[in-house]
């Protein structure tokens, strides 16, 4: 069964950090892109990272460029994103997302064919 499993969230206060995980299993990780996605009540889904198969190449969203850092380790089948100077707005349920096509549209959530359910980060001010 293909599957993956976010952890990591929380509730932290705004300037504080987080380090959000992603398992995976039943897939041929190395194989996969690896994005994070996020969502906040009554927005659409937005593109957070994107990673390579081998850590490479990364790419990120304009509004966390410089905060955020998103890393694998493909022996433990995990994705990284490592988030700091967090901010009330950075509230959200965050995705992570595996992309076995990789036809470049890496920031289109219609991309990724598999998903996890989510975990959610709450930011206080």
């Known amino acids: 069964q293909v599957q993956l499993v976010e952890s990591g969230g929380g509730k932290v206060q705004a300037g504080g950090s987080l380090r959000l995980s992603c398992a995976g299993s039943g897939l041929p990780f190395s194989h996969y892109y690896m994005g994070w996605f996020r969502q906040a009540p009554g927005k659409d889904r937005e593109f957070v990272a994107v990673i390579s198969w081998s850590g490479d190449i990364t790419n990120y969203s304009g509004s966390v460029k410089g905060r955020f850092t998103i890393s694998r380790d493909n022996a433990k089948n995990t994705v990284y994103l490592q988030m700091s100077s967090l901010k009330p707005e950075d509230t959200a349920v965050y995705y992570c997302?595996?992309?076995?096509?990789?036809?470049?549209?890496?920031?289109?959530?219609?991309?990724?064919?598999?998903w996890g359910q989510g975990t959610q980060v709450t930011v206080s001010s």
């Open positions: 997302a595996g992309d076995s096509k990789v036809k470049g549209y890496y920031s289109d959530s219609a991309e990724y064919d598999v």
